[in-house]
T-cell receptor, first 115, second 116 residues
Framework: DAGVIQSPRHEVTEMGQEVTLRCKPI?????LFWYRQTMMRGLELLIY????????DSGMPEDRFSAKMPNASFSTLKIQPSEPRDSAVYFC?????????????FGPGTRLTVL | AQKITQTQPGMFVQEKEAVTLDCTYD???????LFWYKQPSSGEMIFLIY??????QNATEGRYSLNFQKARKSANLVISASQLGDSAMYFC?????????????FGTGTSLTVIP
């Protein structure tokens, strides 16, 4: 079984450019999470979806960040325009919605560097 | 209030010894799940162990066990017979139930170093 797939694995871009991160959750999972991890701030939840619907986007840092999940097998996280402080590892994770149970499965992450 | 609290930023343990990583949580849900993840220096997040709020017995997975004390709202991870490969960051996490949207919360992590 393929796990959570993220692309690209590494992205280097210049300040002001648009960045799109992609995620394919595990087939059959109906909950998807986007996280950002930095040394300074640790692991931060940005947004999560249940059944393709955004449930909580309070972790999205500002309007430059947007996330979509057009169908059960694909999600994007877009940063426009990007800034150096957006440099981080971005993880996508998926899960099955059950009361209190089932772990999240994480993708390998996208390491973003904004110059 | 923090949903997940890990008070030990860093821990050291001698190889082959046992170590306990602390985690306390805060929820008003009756149904929730508690998880531990390991993140080695390579960066991937690896699921280790799960405890359901209704499980009466402590969860165990090989050398990992979860010391679940519901009244104290603690879910400490115990690693027995530490190995050098256990050196990593360890995150405690909680998933609340459907009444609160099945939200996931992570702690700030504990960095474990196993000393030969």
């Amino acid at each position: 079984d393929a796990g959570v797939i993220q692309s690209p694995r590494h992205e280097v871009t210049e300040m002001g450019q648009e960045v799109t991160l992609r995620c394919k959750p595990i087939s059959g999972h109906n909950s998807l999470f986007w996280y950002r991890q930095t040394m300074m701030r640790g692991l931060e939840l940005l947004i999560y979806f249940n059944n393709n619907v955004p449930i909580d986007d309070s972790g999205m840092p500002e309007d430059r960040f947007s996330a979509k999940m057009p169908n059960a097998s694909f999600s994007t996280l877009k940063i426009q325009p990007s800034e150096p402080r957006d440099s981080a590892v971005y993880f996508c994770a998926s899960s099955v919605i059950l009361a209190g149970g089932n772990e999240q499965f994480f993708g390998p992450g996208t390491r973003l560097t904004v110059l | 209030a923090q949903k997940i609290t890990q008070t030990q930023p860093g821990m050291f343990v001698q190889e082959k010894e046992a170590v306990t990583l602390d985690c306390t949580y805060d929820t008003s849900d009756q149904s929730y799940g508690l998880f531990w993840y390991k993140q080695p220096s390579s960066g991937e997040m690896i699921f280790l162990i799960y405890q359901g709020s209704y499980d009466e017995q402590n969860a165990t997975e090989g050398r990992y066990s979860l010391n679940f004390q519901k009244a104290r709202k603690s879910a400490n991870l115990v690693i027995s017979a530490s190995q050098l490969g256990d050196s990593a960051m360890y995150f405690c996490a909680m998933r609340e139930g459907p009444n609160t949207g099945n939200q996931f919360y992570f702690g700030t992590g504990t960095s474990l170093t196993v000393i030969p």
